[in-house]
C-alpha cells in the first residue's frame, strides 16, 4: 500500500473522530440509544427483580413516540465498557460514540476495498478523496441515531453486490439488507427491494436466490430482536413493526413536518454528495462513457429509485436516504478515475483533473465550516457542563461549617436544554466531578414538561438551579450566572456595521451579573429579561463609541463563555477585511440560573462565620491583655 492510500485510509476515521470531538453532545433524534447505552452500562442486566431496575431506565419514562431496539445500545455498551473501565468514566459519551463512529468507518473502508478489487487503485482513490469531504456521514457516523446502526451493515450488503473475481456474494447482501430492516430501520426493506428489483429485471439474480436468503436472515433477525427487546420493553414486541405501522400506515411522521416529493433531489440529496460536480459532471459522465456506463447504471439506478420511491413519504430527512451516499460516490469515483488517469493525454483532461482537486479541496473547506457551525447547535449540553463549573465554584465558596454536611441540589432542566446535548452521560454521578474535599455532595435532575406544577412557586422552590430558555418561567427569585448562546442563522456584516452577537453581549453581561439590591429585595426573571434588552438598546444607540470597543473591556466580556473565541476571531477577520464579514449569527438560547435565596444563607452564614472568628480573636486577645497584667 502506498503512502496515498495510508493517508486516505487514516483520514475518513480521522476526521469521523474529529467531527465527534468537535461536537461531542447529541440532540434528541439520538436520545433513545445513547441514554439506552448509558442505562445499560450503569445499571447492567437484572436477571432478577428486573421491573425494578428497569424502572430506572430512561425510556421507562421518556419512551418517545414508538419504540426503539436495544439491539444497537446493547452492541455498543459491550464494546465500550472495557474502554470506559479504562479511563475510570471519564469521556464515557465520546468512547460509546467513538465506537459507533469507527464501525462506520471501518464498514466504509470495507466497501472502498470492494470498489478497488472491483475497478481498480484509482477508483478506490477517488472514492475515499470524495467520501472524506462530504459532512453529512462524517457528521453522522458517530451518532446514535437507528439510521447510523443500520449505515454500516447496508454499506457492507452494498459490497456484496459489487462485481468482482470469483463473482459477487448477493446471499450475504440480502442476509444484511434484511437484518438492518428488520432491527434498526423498517425503510432498509424498499432499499433492498430496488436493488432486488434492478437485478431480477436484468436476469442477474433469480427468486431461488432471493425467497430462501431473505427468509433466513428475517427469521434470525427477529430470534435477535423480538427476546432483547420484549426484555427491556417488558411485554411481547417487534418495534420496527410499531414504528413502521406509526410512521406509514397511520402517518404519524408528517406530525414532524412534511415536504414536496421532489425535496430529497432538489435539496437534501445534493447536500449529502456535497461535492456539486458529483451530480453536474461525474453522474452524467459515468452514464454515458462506454467504459462506465453499465457499472454506474447498477450503482445509481436502485439508490435514485429508492430516494424516488420514499419520496413519497410526507416527511423527509436526510437520514431516511444516508445509506444510498456510498454507492452514488462510488459511481462518481469510476468517471473521477477514468478522467485522471488521462490527464496527460489532453488539456481537456488536464482541465478536468485539476477541476476535480479544485472541487475536493472546496468541499473540503465547505464541510469543515458547517462542522464548526453544527457544533454550534447544541447550547443544552453546553449550558450542564457550564452548570457544573459554577455549583463546584459555589461549593468551594461554601461555609466551613457546610463542608462536612450532606448537600442535596436539585436541577431543572427545559425542554430545549434536555433537547439540545443533554443526556444521563453528563450527569453526576456518571459524569466524574471533583468536589471540594470533604463534601457529600448528591445532584438531582429533573425534566418536568409540559406539567401543570411548572406554574406552582411550590415546584420552583425544591431546585437550586434551573436551565431555562424562557428565564420568566421560572417562578420565584433567581440570579443569572451565565447565558448559554447557540446559532441562529447566518450574519453579513458591513463596513460599520455592529454585529448582533456584539450588540446583545453588554445586555447580557449587565443581566447576568444582577445581584440581590441593597435593601435585600432580589430581581425576577421578568426584571433580568427587561435589563438585558436595556443593555442592547444601550449598545446600538453608542455602537460608534469607544468603550464598547476597548479591548480590556470586550475581553472582560467575552469570558462569559466559549462563544467569545468566536467574536474575537470574527472581529480579527473584519480587521483584515475592512469590515466585511460573513458567518454564524449568535443568539443567547439558555440561561443559568441560580436560587438567590440559597446564595443569600451562604452570604449570611458566612459572615456569622467570620463574626465568630472576630469574636475568638477579640477573646483571645483580651486573655492575652489580662495574662500580661499579672506578670
Not at 183 to 199: G, H, K, M, W
Not at 477 to 490: E, H, N, P, R, S
Amino acid at each position: 500500500m502506498k503512502g496515498i492510500d495510508i493517508l486516505l485510509t487514516l483520514s475518513l476515521p480521522t476526521l469521523i473522530l474529529v467531527h465527534l470531538l468537535v461536537a461531542p453532545y447529541t440532540k434528541v433524534e439520538e436520545s433513545f440509544n445513547i441514554q439506552a447505552t448509558h442505562d445499560i452500562l450503569n445499571y447492567g442486566l437484572p436477571i432478577s427483580n428486573i421491573s425494578s431496575t428497569l424502572d430506572v431506565y430512561d425510556h421507562t419514562t421518556f419512551s418517545g413516540a414508538v419504540p426503539r431496539t436495544f439491539f444497537g445500545a446493547l452492541s455498543l455498551a459491550a464494546v465500550s465498557k472495557p474502554v470506559i473501565l479504562l479511563t475510570q468514566g471519564k469521556y464515557a459519551q465520546v468512547i460509546v460514540r467513538g465506537v459507533l463512529g469507527l464501525f462506520n468507518a471501518v464498514c466504509l473502508i470495507r466497501y472502498r476495498n470492494g470498489l478497488t478489487g472491483a475497478f481498480g487503485v484509482d477508483v478506490g482513490r477517488w472514492y475515499m478523496a470524495l467520501q472524506v469531504t462530504q459532512f453529512h456521514v462524517l457528521y453522522y457516523a458517530s451518532r446514535t441515531l437507528p439510521n447510523m446502526f443500520a449505515f454500516g451493515l447496508t454499506t457492507l450488503a452494498f459490497t456484496e453486490f459489487l462485481p468482482a473475481t470469483g463473482g459477487s456474494r448477493p446471499r450475504v447482501g440480502i442476509l444484511l439488507f434484511v437484518f438492518a430492516g428488520v432491527v434498526f430501520r423498517s425503510e432498509i426493506a424498499l432499499l433492498l427491494f430496488t436493488q432486488l428489483a434492478y437485478l431480477l429485471v436484468l436476469s442477474r439474480i433469480s427468486l431461488k436466490t432471493i425467497i430462501p436468503a431473505g427468509i433466513q436472515s428475517a427469521i434470525l433477525a427477529l430470534a435477535i430482536s423480538v427476546p432483547i427487546d420484549s426484555y427491556f420493553w417488558q411485554k411481547p414486541l417487534w418495534p420496527e413493526l410499531a414504528g413502521f405501522y406509526f410512521n406509514a400506515i397511520q402517518g404519524k411522521s408528517s406530525e414532524w413536518g412534511t415536504s414536496p416529493f421532489v425535496h430529497y433531489f432538489t435539496s437534501l440529496l445534493p447536500r449529502l454528495l456535497m461535492n456539486p460536480l458529483i451530480i453536474l459532471l461525474l453522474h452524467p459522465l459515468a452514464l454515458t462513457l462506454p467504459a462506465t456506463k453499465h457499472t454506474s447504471k447498477d450503482l445509481i439506478v436502485p439508490s435514485l429509485l429508492f430516494v424516488a420511491i420514499y419520496s413519497l413519504q410526507p416527511h423527509k430527512e436526510s437520514r431516511f436516504i444516508i445509506y444510498v451516499v456510498p454507492p452514488l460516490t462510488a459511481a462518481a469515483s469510476l468517471s473521477a478515475s477514468y478522467i485522471w488517469t488521462r490527464r496527460s493525454k489532453s488539456w481537456l483532461y488536464t482541465f478536468g483533473s485539476l477541476a476535480l482537486l479544485g472541487s475536493v479541496a472546496v468541499s473540503f473547506v465547505a464541510s469543515s465550516a458547517i462542522l464548526m457551525i453544527s457544533s454550534l447547535n447544541y447550547p443544552g449540553g453546553d449550558a450542564l457542563s457550564q452548570l457544573h463549573t459554577h455549583i463546584l465554584k459555589d461549593l468551594s465558596r461554601s461555609p466551613r461549617t457546610q463542608r462536612t454536611q450532606e448537600r442535596n441540589i436539585s436541577i431543572h432542566m427545559d425542554v430545549l436544554s434536555c433537547m439540545t446535548g443533554i443526556t444521563r452521560f453528563q450527569q453526576y454521578p456518571s459524569l466524574p466531578l471533583r468536589f471540594p474535599q470533604n463534601q457529600n455532595i448528591t445532584l438531582n435532575y429533573d425534566k418536568t414538561e409540559d406539567s401543570p406544577e411548572l406554574g406552582e412557586a411550590a415546584f420552583w422552590m425544591k431546585f437550586d438551579y434551573a436551565l431555562m430558555e424562557e428565564p420568566g418561567l421560572a417562578i420565584g427569585k433567581w440570579d443569572v450566572l451565565d447565558t448559554i448562546f447557540a446559532y441562529a442563522g447566518i450574519e453579513i456584516l458591513r463596513p460599520g456595521d455592529g454585529s448582533s452577537f456584539s450588540e446583545r453581549l453588554e445586555g447580557v453581561y449587565r443581566a447576568n451579573n444582577v445581584t440581590v439590591g441593597e435593601e435585600g429585595e432580589a430581581p425576577s426573571a421578568e426584571d433580568v429579561k427587561r435589563i438585558e434588552e436595556e443593555g442592547t438598546r444601550n449598545v446600538k444607540g453608542n455602537s460608534e463609541g469607544n468603550g464598547f470597543l476597548d479591548l480590556k473591556t470586550k475581553l472582560m466580556f467575552e469570558e462569559m463563555n466559549k462563544f467569545g473565541t468566536y467574536n474575537l476571531l470574527r472581529d480579527a477577520g473584519r480587521l483584515v477585511t475592512g469590515g466585511w464579514w460573513i458567518g454564524p449569527r449568535m443568539e443567547g438560547r439558555i440561561r443559568i440560573l441560580r436560587r438567590i435565596g440559597d446564595e443569600k444563607n451562604w452570604k449570611e452564614e458566612q459572615e456569622e462565620q467570620r463574626e465568630k472568628e472576630r469574636l475568638k480573636e477579640g477573646e483571645k486577645e483580651d486573655a492575652d491583655g489580662v495574662e500580661m497584667a499579672a506578670l
